[in-house]
């Protein structure tokens, strides 16, 4: 087995990479992420390579609308305020999953 280290050219891949799923603290190395789906109050934030990144709403029913999609992969804490004040334009306190 060759190191990743060694053997510029190799495939590398991390799963549940921590610091994509943070707020602001992004992806430091510039690997490409390929496969992306966090969850953010009141939606989502997916992406599959090589397509766009996309920030989806998630309504009262439980079915989900894409709201914006992005070249580039967008601060999470710009797509959650895009989101969330979305729903409370639209839904206000009512869309909540766990009322329902």
Same mark, same amino acid.
């Given at each position: 087995? /060759?190191? &990743?280290?060694?053997?510029?050219?190799?495939?590398?891949?991390?799963?549940?990479? /921590?610091?994509?799923?943070?707020?602001? $603290? @992004?992806?430091?190395?510039?690997?490409? !992420?390929?496969?992306?789906?966090? =969850?953010?109050?009141?939606?989502?934030?997916? =992406? &599959?390579?090589? @397509?766009?990144?996309? /920030?989806?709403?998630?309504?009262?029913?439980?079915?989900?609308?894409?709201?914006?999609?992005?070249?580039?992969?967008?601060? $999470?804490?710009?797509?959650?305020?895009?989101?969330?004040? !979305?729903?409370?334009? =639209?839904?206000?306190?009512?869309?909540?999953?766990?009322? @329902?």
């Amino acid at each position: 087995i /060759a190191s &990743a280290h060694t053997t510029p050219s190799s495939t590398f891949v991390v799963l549940n990479n /921590a610091y994509s799923t943070s707020y602001d $603290l @992004g992806n430091k190395r510039g690997y490409e !992420e390929a496969y992306y789906l966090k =969850r953010i109050s009141k939606g989502w934030v997916f =992406r &599959a390579f090589p @397509g766009p990144w996309e /920030a989806y709403l998630e309504k009262p029913d439980g079915t989900v609308e894409l709201l914006e999609s992005y070249k580039t992969k967008p601060s $999470l804490r710009d797509v959650s305020t895009l989101v969330r004040d !979305e729903s409370f334009k =639209r839904y206000a306190i009512n869309n909540d999953r766990w009322m @329902g």
